[in-house]
């Protein structure tokens, strides 16, 4: 809201300043309203330009972050929503940038008849200024046989006005989910043209094509009095020939400060790309799903939170995310890698290869970097819901409650966690099922069952899996995981769940964490709300979303 309303008022103030300014009054006389148009639009443009770059300065957020341990937690939850920020400023540069683009493109044309004499006497006797010596110009054409596509490619305004809208229009398209779930090297080699981006803007405004009176030759020329006789200017002392000079680049200030932090950040990825990362242990398990365990000095992480991975022999320059499946309490780290695009698919490859015991590829690690998901453990009760590899996070706290539990942690404030594994296919349950029955023994030897409620869901299935479940149907434990909680089929009803969790916990506040797609992210978060209690005495629900 914060943020749309100085839009809004940056595109109000800076409309009105061109629209209504004296200094303004010759230059809409040749290009009308379009001057606004193409102003106000520029404001807007510098102020999200400026935005851009902090949501993704990961380890700025990670300090803001932690400076914020002691506030409220819907103030860290605006930090989790960095990605959806950085969209919406994306859009509205995208936005702003069109009109920007319309409006000046009508300005060269107008720009352009006035040189041509298309217009009446005033248009033209401005557009002649500067054709001799001790005058100005305002009508940044200064040819009569230029022509609109002759101005836009041959002066620095046109040039970076191309070169930057063909940079975003490549990095808009190219962030589609379509194309960065299945092509996400394509993604992230072109989002790298925010660096042509950025020259381009800092040199747009170097040409000073739009252009105004001077404050001295304001005084001397009276406007309203001198616009009725340009055939008189410099003929009578009423009025003097105007003088008119170009606005000051202001770009580069509004930018200068996030381009400074992510060079910052940048600097600090290099350092850590430098940092010696050790293999402890490599395991493929099935659907193709990679375990990495590594280790590297100094490295300290909380449950949850999330690398970026980098290895120089698949690319010196890509840097992917993985959430951290390892527990604080453990002397690793660890990912869990989903075989899905180019890069998963290539490194699997490479280390499938591998002899027994040898250590991988060179690995650069840049993080840990903090998520919603850090926050678990401030709520009583947590409501833990994953989809397919997106139970990676989950893997973390669960491990690190079961030490908690081992050791006997007095701080460990959670009473209640209930945990959601939704997947398509029998063999991803595989690699998880060994720390849950773990889990289910460490519960059961304290006396703590009810501490841990889980379900797992299996969305994808046949009849002659089906017929197999039902022959073993009373066995103790189930037939896919072998664990004594058996896998139930479909989809889970999200109003029942809700509704149970609501009946047990009448006066908690309840933390939802998911992990998993957009459209399941849209149902829990209505959900939460719809059975959320407006008593602040009774049951709240809230909301928290990984986002990459």
């Known amino acids: 809201v914060v943020w749309m309303a100085i839009n809004i008022f ?46 993704v300065c990961r380890n700025l957020l990670s300090l803001v972050r932690g400076s914020f341990m002691c506030c409220k937690r819907s103030m860290r939850k605006q930090l989790d929503k960095n990605l959806t920020f950085h969209k919406l400023t994306a859009y509205m540069i995208a936005l702003m940038t069109a009109v920007h683009t319309i409006a000046h493109l009508l300005n060269v044309e107008w720009f352009n008849n006035s040189r041509q004499g298309y217009y009446d006497i005033l248009s033209t006797e401005l557009s002649e200024l500067g054709d001799v010596a001790n005058e100005t110009f305002l009508n940044p054409v200064r040819s009569t046989t230029a022509t609109p596509t002759l101005v836009v490619f041959t002066t620095i305004a046109g040039l970076t006005g191309v070169v930057i809208t063909l940079c975003l229009i490549l990095m808009i398209t190219s962030s589609m989910e379509v194309i960065r779930r299945s092509f996400y090297e394509v993604f992230w080699y072109t989002h790298h043209l925010f660096i042509i981006f950025y020259a381009g803007l800092v040199f747009h405004g170097a040409g000073r094509i739009v252009r105004h009176q001077t404050d001295e030759s304001i005084l001397v020329h009276n406007v309203t009095f001198c616009r009725n006789e340009p055939l008189s200017w410099g003929k009578i002392s009423e009025c003097p020939i105007p003088q008119f000079e170009g606005g000051e680049p202001g770009t580069w200030k509004w930018v200068i400060g996030p381009m400074i932090i992510y060079l910052c950040e940048r600097v600090l990825r290099f350092i850590r790309y430098l940092q010696e990362v050790k293999y402890r242990k490599i395991v493929i398990h099935p659907s193709n799903v990679l375990e990495l365990q590594l280790m590297k000095s100094g490295f300290r992480m909380e449950v949850g939170q999330y690398i ?26 660890s990912v869990h890698i989903r075989s899905v695009g180019d890069w998963t698919r290539e490194l699997i490859s490479k280390l499938d290869q591998l002899p027994e015991g040898a250590q991988g590829p060179k690995m650069a690690v840049d993080g840990p970097f903090g998520t919603a998901s850090e926050d678990v453990f401030d709520y009583e009760v947590s409501m833990l819901v994953g989809a397919g590899i997106g139970i990676t996070p989950f893997a973390s ?50 006396g703590m069952k009810d501490f841990l409620t ?11 899996h089906a017929a197999h479940v039902m022959v073993h149907f009373d066995k103790d434990t189930d037939v896919i995981t072998g664990l004594k909680q058996k896998t139930q089929y479909g989809r889970p009803n999200w109003d029942k769940e809700f509704e149970e969790i609501r009946k047990e916990n009448p006066t908690s506040v309840v933390g939802v964490f998911l992990c998993g797609p957009e459209a399941l992210g849209k149902t829990l978060e209505k959900k939460c709300v719809k059975y959320s209690d407006v008593d602040p ?3 709240k629900f809230y909301f928290n979303k990984e986002n990459f």
């Open 10 to 55: 940056l595109f109000l103030y800076f409309y009105f300043l061109y629209d209504l300014g004296d200094e303004y009054i010759y230059t809409r006389h040749l290009i009308g309203s379009a001057l606004s148009w193409a102003r106000a639009p520029a404001a807007v443009l510098n102020f999200n330009c400026l935005l851009i770059l902090l949501p």
């Open 308 to 333: 970026f991975l980098n290895c120089p022999s698949i690319s010196q320059l890509e840097w992917h995310p993985f959430t951290m499946t390892s527990a604080p309490e453990e002397d690793f780290f």
């Open 397 to 446: 706290i669960l491990k690190s409650i079961w030490y908690k539990f081992k050791e006997s942690n007095p701080k460990l404030r959670t009473r209640k966690i209930y945990f959601y594994w939704l997947c398509r296919e029998t063999h991803a349950f595989e690699w998880f099922a060994d720390l849950l029955q773990d889990l289910e023994k460490e519960m059961e030897e304290r």
């Open 454 to 464: 889980y379900k797992l869901f299996l969305t994808g299935w046949d009849h002659s």
């Open 537 to 539: 005495r009774k049951v």
